[in-house]
């Protein structure tokens, strides 16, 4: 997601910038960390959220974009169920699901193909209205059910 928000010229904080921990265990764990977490689940008009992320000196998040792990392609590959399980994106739907719980204070973009509206949003109006927000939210949790369904049906019929 990074290297295509980038690509496509916009600013971009790095997930180990944010956090100050490197990824590990072979990218399994990057972003489950409360530096991410609570920049995302902060509720902008919560005084008490806003003096607990200053306390810790941990920035809200305005807008969060994540484009899964591609467990589609890695599990018609036929690749043994090992390798297939490595596909499955674990940070990337928490960090989803986090921003549409919240969106009224964050913007969640669950796929590239909604950042022209987003970007057209923005530029139109200096952000993005609560009802985009609310219909990416909607979306967000649309895309993530179904993510979680295909891979429990892969792990349903694959067998060991």
């Known amino acids: 997601t990074h290297k295509k928000l980038v690509a496509a010229g916009l600013k971009v904080t790095s997930v180990s910038d944010v956090t100050g921990f490197p990824e590990i265990l072979g990218g399994r764990v990057k972003t489950l960390h409360p530096r991410v977490h609570a920049g995302i689940l902060a509720d902008k008009d919560n ?61 969640v973009v669950p796929d ?4 022209g509206r987003v970007q057209a949003e923005i530029a139109a109006k200096g952000g993005v209205s609560l009802g985009l927000r609310r219909e990416m939210a909607a979306e967000t949790f649309k895309r993530v059910s179904a993510y979680d ?6 792990l349903a019929k694959t067998p060991l």
Do not use: Q, W
Not at 112 to 115: A, C, E, I, K
Not at 149 to 154: R, T
């Open 47 to 107: 005084p008490g959220h806003l003096l607990t992320l200053g306390e810790l000196s941990i920035a809200a998040f305005d807008m969060v974009c994540v484009n899964l792990y591609n467990f589609a392609d890695a599990a018609a590959k036929g690749v043994d169920l090992r390798s297939a399980v490595e596909e499955i994106d674990i940070g990337g739907p928490c960090m989803l699901r986090a921003a549409a719980k919240n969106f009224h204070s964050v913007c």
């Open 149 to 154: 369904a295909m891979i429990a049906d892969y």
């Open 112 to 115: 590239p193909s909604f950042y």
